[in-house]
C-alpha cells in the first residue's frame, strides 16, 4: 500500500494509535503527514522522532479540535505546505473514567466537544479542499461503545463514539459523488498508554474478552487505517470496521 503524493492530517498523533498511524503513511510514501494535537512538545519531539528514523516530512501544528479557528488555521497550513490535502484520521479523543452518579454536565459536554465535535469541525475544514482534488479519504477512530455503550468509561464516552458512527455516515452519504470515502474503525483492546492507564486489573480483564486473548499493538490498528485510505479500498465507504480480535464475539 503506496500513499506517494499523499498528504495527511493525523489528529491525535503525538502518542498511542495516532503516532503509529503517523509512522504506518510515512513507511508508506506519504508526501507530507500532519500531527494535529493538543500537547505541542510532545507532538514536535514525535515529528522529529519520525522524521529521524524514517525519513518522512512530518509536520507538528498544536492544535485544540475544538476550536474553530485553531482548526482552520492547521487545514489552511497544511494546505499550503504541501498544495494539497488528501486524507483526514479523526483520532483526538478523550476516554475518563467516572462512573454514572459522579459524571457532571461539565463532564458530558467536554467529551462530546473532544470526541464528536472536534471531528466534525476537522472534517468540516478539510472537505473544500478533498472536493477540489474530487478525491478524499477520512477514518474515523470509532470504539465498541459507540455500538454497545461505555464499558468502564464515561457514560458521554460511548455517546460520543455512537455519534462519531453516525457522523461518518453521513459524510459517506454526502460526498462520495465528489470522490470522498468515508469509514471508521472501531478498536477492539488495544496496547497504548491510555489503556495503560487504566489499572491493571482493567489490562486483564481486556486480554481475556477477544477471541484472540491479547490486546493489539498500535501498529496492528494503524494498518487497518493504512488499508483504509489507501489505493486498496476504492470501492468501501461508510463502512464500519472492526479491528478486535474477536472482542465483538467474546
Same mark, same amino acid.
Not at 46 to 49: G, K, P, R, S
Not at 145 to 149: D, E, I, K
Given at each position: 500500500? *503506496? /500513499? ?18 503517523? $509512522? ?13 494535537d493538543?500537547q505541542?512538545?510532545?507532538a514536535?519531539a514525535?515529528?522529529?522522532?519520525i522524521? &529521524? ?13 475544538c476550536n ?5 488555521a492547521?487545514v ?5 505546505r504541501?498544495?494539497r490535502?488528501?486524507?483526514l484520521? *479523526?483520532n ?7 462512573d454514572?452518579n459522579?459524571?457532571?454536565? $461539565? @463532564?458530558?459536554? %467536554? ?11 476537522c ?8 472536493? /477540489? ?5 477520512i477514518?474515523?477512530?470509532? #470504539?465498541p ?5 461505555s464499558?468502564i468509561?464515561?457514560?458521554?464516552y460511548?455517546? #460520543?463514539?455512537?455519534?462519531c ?12 459523488? &465528489?470522490g470522498?470515502l468515508? *469509514?471508521?474503525? !472501531? ?6 498508554? !491510555? ?6 486489573d482493567?489490562? @486483564?480483564s481486556? $486480554? ?5 486473548? %491479547? &490486546?493489539a499493538?498500535?501498529? $496492528?490498528?494503524a494498518?487497518?487505517?493504512?488499508? !483504509?485510505?489507501?489505493?486498496?479500498s ?13 472482542w465483538?464475539?467474546?
Open positions: 500500500m *503506496n /500513499l506517494a503524493g499523499k498528504v495527511a492530517i493525523v489528529t491525535g498523533g503525538a502518542q498511542g494509535l495516532g503516532r503509529a498511524t503517523v $509512522e504506518a503513511f510515512v513507511a508508506a510514501d506519504a508526501l507530507g503527514v500532519i500531527i494535529a493538543l505541542a512538545d510532545q514536535e514525535t515529528a522529529q522522532e522524521m &529521524h528514523a524514517q525519513k518522512g516530512q512530518v509536520v507538528a501544528l498544536p492544535t485544540d479540535v474553530p479557528s485553531q482548526v482552520e492547521m489552511q497550513a497544511a494546505a499550503s504541501f498544495g490535502i488528501d486524507i484520521v *479523526n483526538a479523543g478523550m476516554c475518563p473514567i467516572a454514572w459522579s459524571v457532571t454536565l $461539565e @463532564d458530558w459536554n %467536554r467529551i462530546l466537544a473532544v470526541n464528536v465535535t472536534g471531528m466534525f469541525l472534517t468540516k475544514a478539510v472537505i473544500p479542499h478533498m472536493k /477540489l482534488q474530487k478525491h478524499g479519504r477514518v474515523y477512530v470509532s #470504539s461503545a459507540g455500538r454497545v455503550g464499558i468509561a464515561n457514560v458521554a460511548g455517546v #460520543s463514539k455512537g455519534g458512527l453516525a457522523l461518518m455516515k453521513s459524510v459517506a452519504k454526502g460526498f462520495a459523488k &465528489h470522498i468515508a *469509514n471508521a474503525i !472501531l478498536p477492539g483492546p488495544i496496547d497504548t498508554p !491510555l489503556s495503560r492507564s487504566f489499572g491493571q482493567f489490562w @486483564d481486556q $486480554e481475556e474478552r477477544p477471541l484472540l486473548k %491479547r &490486546h499493538s498500535a501498529k $496492528e490498528v494498518d487497518a487505517v493504512l488499508f !483504509l485510505v489507501s489505493d486498496r476504492t470501492y468501501i465507504t461508510g463502512h464500519e470496521l472492526w479491528v478486535d480480535g474477536g465483538s464475539l467474546g
